[in-house]
């Protein structure tokens, strides 16, 4: 899925999307980081899958910041 712009109807279409792939009678958890677009009031969750959204100050629970971090110490300058 490729959209436009990062935000809570983006992850509501994601989320949708996700939810076609769940098995009948099935439930799904999608980790999710702690930006504000993100937040439960403002995304439409579908009723098989659970938004678990993580702690903001939490990197070691996030992998991927182990990436950004890579890239900003070796390719990103400041």
């Not at 996030?62 to 900003?72: G, L, T």
């Amino acid at each position: 899925m490729v959209l436009p712009r990062c935000n809570s109807e983006a992850i509501s279409l994601h989320s949708a999307e996700i939810s076609r792939s769940v098995a009948p009678h099935a439930h799904a958890v999608l980790m999710t980081g702690s930006a504000g677009w993100r937040s439960p009031h403002n995304v439409i969750e579908p009723d098989n899958i659970t938004l678990l959204t993580l702690p903001p100050c939490a990197p070691e629970r996030h992998p991927v910041e182990n990436v950004w971090q890579f890239m900003r110490d070796n390719w990103l300058d400041d």
